[in-house]
């Protein structure tokens, strides 16, 4: 069926070190992916998005790269801080929806010292 | 920085009332959502509101289910008889344009009894 969904339920990763999430989903009719953060007892938190016609976005220590071919998505975070420790969720927006996002299962992120 | 806001922040109520849910959305976001998030799962989108009216809901958002923007600030959903399955984390969102970044609100925990 049609799904976003997460390689990885849990990374682990030392301070310092780059992370990389990655996402596979399988509707090639979406048009715009998302990154969103939650910590705990929060909201999801805007991190950054990419639309179909781009293969690579950067950000403040994040970079989101697209690959259509294989429908997969990934979040690379730069020098990971403790701060970012949290679930991070890809979601896909479907060309013809009126902003329905479609969320994967979620990356547990831990940053250990 | 302008945020969505959600009150309350948690609610308990007994199986078979009525819950009303209210949200505070960007001020000059058109499109407004609801999503829920059910304990230790993915975030499920329930429906899409724009111009006073429903845009696309989900299979979840059944009978049971209102959504309503009673003035030119607040966005509430309303569960008219609520069930033990409806307890969950509950999202507001809003967009400025449908295929705009959707934020979101904190979250309305709720609990059915």
């Known amino acids: 069926g049609e799904s976003v969904g997460l390689h990885l339920p849990t990374l682990s990763v030392q301070e310092g070190d780059n992370s990389i999430i990655n996402c596979a989903y399988s509707?090639?009719?979406?048009?715009?992916f998302i990154w969103y953060k939650q910590e705990s007892g929060k909201g999801p938190q805007f991190i950054i998005d990419?639309?179909?016609?781009?293969d690579k976005r950067q950000g403040q220590r994040v970079t989101v790269l697209l690959n259509k071919t294989v429908k997969h998505l990934s979040l690379q975070i730069a020098a990971t801080q403790p701060g970012d420790s949290a679930v991070y969720f890809c979601?896909?927006?479907?060309?013809?929806?009126?902003?329905?996002?479609?969320f994967g299962a979620g990356t547990q992120v831990v940053v250990t010292p | 920085e302008p945020e969505v806001t959600q009150t309350p922040s948690h609610q308990v109520t007994q199986m078979g009332q009525e819950v009303i849910l209210r949200c505070v959305p960007i001020?000059?976001?058109?499109?407004f959502y609801w999503y829920r998030q059910i304990l230790g799962q993915k975030v499920e989108f329930l429906v899409s509101?724009?111009?006073?009216?429903?845009?696309?809901k989900s299979e979840i958002f059944d009978d049971q289910f209102s959504v309503e923007r009673p003035d030119g600030s607040n966005f509430t959903l309303k569960i008219r008889s609520t069930k033990l399955e409806d307890s969950a984390m509950y999202f507001c969102?809003?967009?400025?344009?449908?295929?705009?970044?959707?934020?979101f609100g904190p979250g309305t925990r709720l609990l059915v009894l």
């Open positions: 979601a896909e927006r479907k060309t013809d929806s009126w902003g329905k996002l479609q």
């Open positions: 001020s000059n976001h058109l499109y």
């Open positions: 509707n090639s009719a979406s048009d715009y």
């Open positions: 990419i639309r179909s016609n781009m």
């Open positions: 969102a809003s967009s400025r344009d449908s295929g705009e970044t959707q934020y």
């Open positions: 509101f724009y111009n006073n009216e429903i845009s696309e």
